[in-house]
Nanobody
Framework: QVQLVESGGGLVQAGGSLRLSCVAS????????MGWFRQAPGKEREFVAG????????YYGDPVKGRFTISRDNAKTTVLLQMNSLKPEDTGVYYC???????????????????WGQGTQVTVSS
């Protein structure tokens, strides 16, 4: 089992930036695909971005393409999500998730992920 701890959320004005961090511990990290999801009140959990085990493949949800960047540092067991040009519709709780042993696969499906962090709140004001 891997433990995931997110940080970096907060309140920001539209057009601003935030960087989310997810630190993993408890199992081998560098064979796992990693993803960021978000959930707004009353809505389904939504795929934001994902990255393969070496960082060679990245995928983004359509609403964030061109604005968000996912990266990972396996030596530090950390996944980052750089969020630029934030919009009010980006508001929600952001979750980091691990897809065990997925290697090259980057899934956009919630049920493919095996462990989840507790989430960090991102609020974008207009």
């Amino acid at each position: 089992q891997v433990q995931l701890v997110e940080s970096g959320g907060g309140l920001v004005q539209a057009g601003g930036s935030l960087r989310l961090s997810c630190v993993a511990s408890g199992r081998t990290f560098n064979r796992d695909g990693m993803g960021w999801f978000r959930q707004a009140p009353g809505k389904e959990r939504e795929f934001v971005a994902g990255i393969s085990w070496t960082g060679g493949y990245t995928y983004y949800g359509d609403p964030v393409k061109g604005r968000f960047t996912i990266s990972r540092d396996n030596a530090k067991t950390t996944v980052l999500l750089q969020m630029n040009s934030l919009k009010p519709e980006d508001t929600g709780v952001y979750y980091c998730a691990a897809d065990y042993g997925s290697y090259w696969r980057v899934s956009k499906i919630v049920d493919d992920y095996d462990s989840w962090g507790q989430g960090t709140q991102v609020t974008v004001s207009s």
